[in-house]
């Protein structure tokens, strides 16, 4: 195996780990356990478990980065939107530990501070930018305070949707049904401002909700 194959391989292993583990439960031994390499052939290409998670980071943010580079002309339809939300939660599903415990790692990891506070600010407005252009293309009536508190609540909801999911759906935070939901949060919040042919359009509610509210959360497994 070529040194970029095992790069590779620890990053595939460390992202499944930490996703179905979470990050805190997972050491470099797991990995390499789990990769089938030895701690020092790890080591060779991260010199820490905090240097897999910038690596790892960054590649969550090179494929993030066209969606949210949006201009206030980007979007004019209400289609648009919901697509680019789908393609958002589902890439952040897809790197789920890092909102999963992000808190934790931002306090931790000084880089991970700083380049998740930057990535913030431009979700924030690209949301801004999204509904400035809907409401330009005549989709959406919106006063500015009340776009401003909008596109807070769909960045509160893109940022800590996978914490929150992990509440009432222990196991599978960030997937499947606690996506679906975490997407119908943010229809239910800009709906109101549509016309109401774009309302009348707007994707149907998922039929279901939180089953899981009264059960006793199962144990986490731990590698």
């Not at 790892?56 to 969606?67: D, E, H, I, M, V």
């Not at 530990?97 to 913030?120: E, H, K, Q, V």
């Not at 994707?203 to 006793?216: A, E, V």
């Amino acid at each position: 195996m070529s040194r970029r194959d095992t790069r590779e391989l620890v990053l595939a292993t460390a992202l499944s780990l930490f996703n179905q583990h979470g990050e805190p439960n997972v050491s470099t031994n797991h990995i390499a356990d789990e990769a089938g390499i030895s701690p020092g052939n790890l080591y060779y290409h991260f010199r820490s478990k905090d240097d897999i998670v910038i690596e790892l980071f960054k590649r969550f943010l090179t494929r993030f980065k066209p969606l949210i580079e949006l201009s206030e002309e980007s979007l004019r339809e209400a289609e648009q939107l919901w697509f680019q939300l789908h393609l958002s939660f589902e890439l952040k599903g897809e790197f789920r530990f890092l909102y999963r415990n992000l808190s934790d790692l931002t306090a931790r990891i000084p880089d991970l501070d700083r380049a998740m506070r930057g990535l913030l600010v431009r979700e924030r407005q690209s949301a801004w930018n999204s509904l400035t252009g809907l409401e330009s293309a005549g989709v959406l009536t919106i006063d500015p305070r009340q776009k401003e508190m909008l596109a807070d609540s769909i960045l509160l909801s893109l940022t800590y949707w996978i914490p929150f999911s992990e509440l009432f759906e222990p196991g599978n935070p960030g997937e499947g049904h606690a996506q679906t939901l975490a997407i119908a949060r943010v229809l239910l919040s800009v709906t109101p401002y549509f016309r109401e042919p774009e309302k009348a359009s707007s994707p149907p509610l998922p039929t279901g909700t939180w089953t899981s509210r009264d059960k006793k959360r199962p144990a986490r497994r731990r590698p």
